[in-house]
């Protein structure tokens, strides 16, 4: 038995084993408790297995060191779900030690093999029950012991600020929208992909969104506020990224949006701004200015920038330039993100060229 312990392949083959154990009872924990699974990660290093199923991705490394499975954010505070969540992991592997142990006696197991066997998952049960935290390729990792301590910590119930946050947004689309629209399985999706902080810090976050936002789309599972708001901002962020998206897809997205809401502000106004993207300036302008007064908000910030864009294509270089002038004000005083600054940069140096400011692009 002891030959057993020191062959580095039965090792390294039962790690794998009982690691890739432990997360999918994470995930199934997290399925059963009505948690939308966002990403399953099984160990570390080189990947060799990158598969996107619905809303769940699933990525598989070479080394079985480490893994996590990634809920999307919640709209109401699921305290017991999530600690259910947490100890699935362990409840894996104790199922799986069950397993072993009822093959071996019933002799469908060789007594070395399975002794290593149940030994590693006894090893990953005591090794994630302890609250510990480490880091791991310069990324902080915490014990499920750890986390269960942080959950239990949680109010029971509740929506949470970002599901306050959704709730406040949908109401730009539709006002009398109430707290039902929180139930709905495409919720924690939405908010990820629109709402999300540390998602919308990353490099590649405009191919991200819209993959993400277009599988909701073909699912065909949004109320008609959920779509209103999905295609929204897929315009929007089509329009600040215009150089990574096709003006066809942008109104493709308008027009649909402009069915479902005729008479919304929000969409008329990006409507308004595919116009001007599509080179029917005049039309875009007015629709713009017939919304009233500008604010000195994020929301002025892009009016401005469109109808710069607008006047500098009707030839009014002048107007254009005090209107460019203002979104790079606002711009500065809301700390708009990379992606804005690349898009204001790129519409100055074509309003006055050798006058714009190099930014990161999206």
Request: proline share 5%; net charge neutral; with cysteine.
């Amino acid at each position: 038995m002891m030959a057993l312990f020191t062959d580095p392949l039965a090792i390294f083959v039962s790690l794998s084993v009982a690691l890739v154990i432990h997360e999918i009872g994470h995930a199934l924990c997290g399925w059963i408790a009505g948690l939308p699974i966002r990403r399953c990660v099984i160990g570390e290093g080189p990947v060799v297995l990158r598969k996107q199923w619905r809303d769940t991705q699933i990525v598989l490394h070479l080394l079985p060191q480490g893994g996590y499975v990634a809920t999307y954010p919640t709209v109401f505070v699921c305290k017991y779900a999530k600690v259910f969540l947490t100890l699935g992991g362990v409840l894996g592997n104790l199922a799986a030690i069950g397993a072993a142990v009822g093959l071996g006696a019933a002799g469908l197991l060789q007594a070395e093999a399975g002794s290593i066997f149940v030994l590693t998952q006894f090893f990953f049960v005591i090794g994630n029950l302890v609250p510990s935290r480490h880091t791991l390729f310069g990324v902080p990792r915490y014990s499920d012991g750890r986390m269960l301590i942080n959950l239990l910590r949680l109010p029971r119930r509740g929506i949470t600020p970002v599901g306050r946050a959704y709730l406040e947004s949908l109401r730009r689309y539709s006002p009398l929208t109430d707290e039902a629209e929180l139930h709905s399985n495409a919720a924690p999706v939405i908010v990820y992909w629109t709402l999300d902080a540390a998602r919308l810090a990353e490099d590649d976050t405009w191919t991200k969104k819209r993959g993400g936002l277009e599988r909701l789309l073909k699912r065909e599972v949004l109320s008609s506020v959920q779509e209103m708001y999905v295609l929204d901002a897929l315009i929007t962020d089509g329009l600040i990224c215009n150089d990574l998206c096709p003006v066809a897809d942008l109104e493709r997205w308008s027009q649909r949006a402009i069915r479902l809401g005729p008479t919304c502000e929000a969409l008329t106004e990006s409507r308004a701004a595919v116009l001007i993207e599509l080179g029917r300036f005049a039309e875009g302008k007015a629709m713009i200015e017939r919304l009233g007064t500008v604010g000195d908000d994020f929301g002025g910030m892009l009016r401005r920038l469109f109808l710069a864009q607008a006047e500098h294509g009707l030839r009014n270089e002048i107007e254009a330039e005090r209107l460019i002038s203002e979104a790079q004000r606002i711009a500065e005083v809301v700390a708009a993100k990379p992606p804005v600054l690349a898009r204001i940069a790129r519409l100055t140096s074509a309003i006055a060229p050798g006058a714009g400011v190099h930014h990161p692009a999206c």
